[in-house]
């Protein structure tokens, strides 16, 4: 079917009306509506959070390997947020607010969280998704874990700790949403 730029405007505005009345009628319900994400040139949502690589990991002030080193991190798991694309190349923010720029290769798709960075309380791991559940350890502010699913108010996580002597101890369990950096409020997955 051939159309005319006036026949295709047409059509654009029509689906654009359409969609803003769909969004519209799901805010009056109360129903949670999620944002309309940016996609970047890679396909993706933008932004997004991902985790470092390897280690350690050069973060340059431009996308490319000719702008400056700003920092390097020097563990790998390490959560950050990708905020836009050039390229082949990420910029990114960590939970500090800093910003800077990685290539895609130093990114991977894994969720890995910090317990409320900033806070001085300690946050309850739990067994179950409900604040009656036991607790399993409480979890200092800025502790990195493994996230595994969050269904809008509660995320699972596995928690290491590294002592100085012996082996390394893991936990599961549940931590609410909001008590970690590295997911988005309401946001599900598993």
Same mark, same amino acid.
């Given at each position: 079917?051939?159309?005319?730029?006036?026949?295709?405007?047409?059509?654009?505005?029509?689906?654009?009306?359409?969609?803003?009345?769909?969004?519209?009628?799901?805010a009056g319900t109360g129903l949670p509506v999620a944002p309309l994400a940016a996609e970047g040139p890679s396909g993706l949502p933008l932004p997004?959070?991902?985790?470092?690589?390897?280690?350690?990991?050069?973060?340059?002030?431009?996308?490319?390997?000719?702008?400056?080193?700003?920092?390097?991190?020097?563990?790998?798991?390490?959560?950050?947020?990708?905020?836009?694309?050039?390229?082949?190349?990420?910029?990114?923010?960590?939970?500090?607010?800093?910003? @800077? +720029?990685? /290539? *895609?290769?130093? %990114?991977? !798709?894994?969720?890995?969280?910090?317990?409320?960075?900033?806070?001085?309380?300690?946050?309850?791991?739990?067994?179950?998704?409900?604040?009656?559940?036991?607790?399993?350890?409480?979890?200092?502010?800025?502790?990195?874990?493994?996230?595994?699913?969050?269904?809008?108010?509660?995320?699972?996580?596995?928690?290491?700790?590294?002592?100085?002597?012996?082996?390394?101890?893991?936990?599961? @369990? +549940?931590? /609410? *949403?909001?008590? %970690?950096? !590295?997911v988005y409020k309401d946001e599900a997955f598993d």
């Amino acid at each position: 079917m051939l159309l005319t730029r006036r026949s295709h405007g047409r059509q654009i505005k029509a689906i654009l009306r359409a969609t803003i009345l769909v969004v519209a009628t799901l805010a009056g319900t109360g129903l949670p509506v999620a944002p309309l994400a940016a996609e970047g040139p890679s396909g993706l949502p933008l932004p997004r959070f991902v985790t470092t690589r390897s280690n350690p990991i050069n973060v340059r002030v431009g996308p490319g390997t000719k702008y400056d080193v700003a920092w390097v991190y020097v563990k790998a798991g390490t959560p950050v947020e990708i905020i836009q694309e050039f390229d082949t190349w990420r910029k990114i923010r960590d939970a500090d607010g800093s910003e @800077g +720029w990685l /290539h *895609q290769n130093l %990114l991977q !798709g894994k969720r890995a969280g910090l317990v409320s960075p900033g806070s001085t309380e300690p946050v309850a791991l739990r067994r179950d998704p409900d604040d009656k559940a036991g607790v399993r350890a409480w979890l200092t502010p800025s502790f990195r874990v493994d996230i595994k699913e969050c269904d809008g108010k509660w995320c699972k996580v596995i928690a290491t700790a590294h002592p100085v002597t012996g082996s390394p101890q893991s936990f599961d @369990g +549940w931590v /609410h *949403q909001g008590d %970690l950096w !590295g997911v988005y409020k309401d946001e599900a997955f598993d």
